[in-house]
């Protein structure tokens, strides 16, 4: 990683489909060289959780995904005993007449054997690893003090079993669909980056580039609409305007449905693929004679 450049990394995530621009590229550089987690902010769809994949993909390395929810706490992230597999243990040696050290017993329960890491712990034992923390807004303030231990140091402390501790720290990548603020003291030990939607030519790269199956027509009067329907306000202003990911989607339907390029009928039959709410789909039904004239 030592002689990537920024233009490298761009390289490197455009041949596995992640077109990033210029300040995304560096800031991934930044986030490789000063072994910083990266902290990816942006609307739903804009590819911040693809660009974790591209990342281990580019890198060639293995992806461990911890997918935050309200509610997660730090065994949940970190490890479990296999209960089954001890209790199984403890009947062997009940059989065999092994229990007689019941202080012996006892350490064995606690084997690396019976150890079911989570994905912080697996991402810290496969280090050089990429640890992707989706969308840790969904995450209570513990969770969060939690995460802000084990990025400060690449270490956890087991009780029964020892200290874990990473001979490489991992990528680590958070996300965040800033449903709610994050601490400063996490902010702080990140690399921060705002992923906006791509403007009109680069979202028509993406397509190409992500579905090089789609008519490059298809291509461009999709991303045409997507774009319109993203700037809309007010009566016409969608619930959830579509990300990067349901621009995808749509193209792709649209493609397997034969078209070539977008027509009223088509359009209208695959709005699943673009829109999530009953309210948007009634918008933008309304709206697609005049965006596609």
């Known amino acids: 990683m030592e002689s990537l450049t920024p233009e490298m990394i761009a390289d490197r995530l455009a041949a ?8 995304l590229a560096t800031v991934t550089f930044l986030g490789l060289r000063m072994q910083r987690p990266l902290l990816l902010e942006g609307e739903p769809g804009t590819g911040k959780t693809a660009l974790a994949e591209a990342v281990a993909e580019a890198l060639d390395l293995p992806l461990v ?9 730090a065994t949940q992230a970190l490890y479990d005993w296999d209960f089954a597999r001890q209790i199984l243990h403890l009947r062997a040696l009940e059989a065999t007449g092994g229990a007689a050290e019941v202080e012996e017993a006892e350490k064995s329960l606690y084997d690396e054997r019976f150890l079911l890491a989570r ?34 140091t690449y270490r956890v402390t087991i009780p029964e079993f020892g200290t874990v501790a990473a001979t490489v720290p991992p990528i680590v990548v958070l996300t965040s669909n800033r449903t709610r603020e994050l601490h400063d003291a996490l902010k702080r030990r990140c690399l921060y980056h ?13 397509v190409r580039s992500r579905a090089p199956e789609v008519a490059d027509e298809l291509a461009r009067q999709v991303v045409t609409v997507v774009q319109q329907l993203r700037s809309a306000e007010g ?13 995808l989607d749509w193209a792709r339907a ?10 009223l009928e088509s359009a209208a039959a695959t709005l699943g693929a673009l829109v999530k709410h009953r309210e948007d789909a009634d918008r933008v039904r309304v709206a697609l004679d005049r965006l596609l004239a």
């Open 119 to 152: 994905p912080v712990l697996a991402a810290l034992r496969q280090s050089p690893s990429v640890l992707l923390v989706d969308e840790v807004d969904r995450a209570d303030d513990e969770f969060e003090a939690f995460l802000l231990e084990v990025l400060s």
């Open 254 to 263: 649209l493609h397997h449905l034969g078209s070539v390029e977008m027509d």
């Open 235 to 247: 009566a016409s202003a969608l619930l959830k305007p579509p990300g990067v990911a349901e621009t």
């Open 194 to 206: 705002w992923i906006d939607h791509p403007g009109l030519e680069r979202e028509i790269e993406i």
């Open 65 to 73: 995904r911890l997918q935050c929810y309200e509610g997660i706490d």
């Open 16 to 23: 596995t489909g992640y077109l990033a621009d210029p300040e």
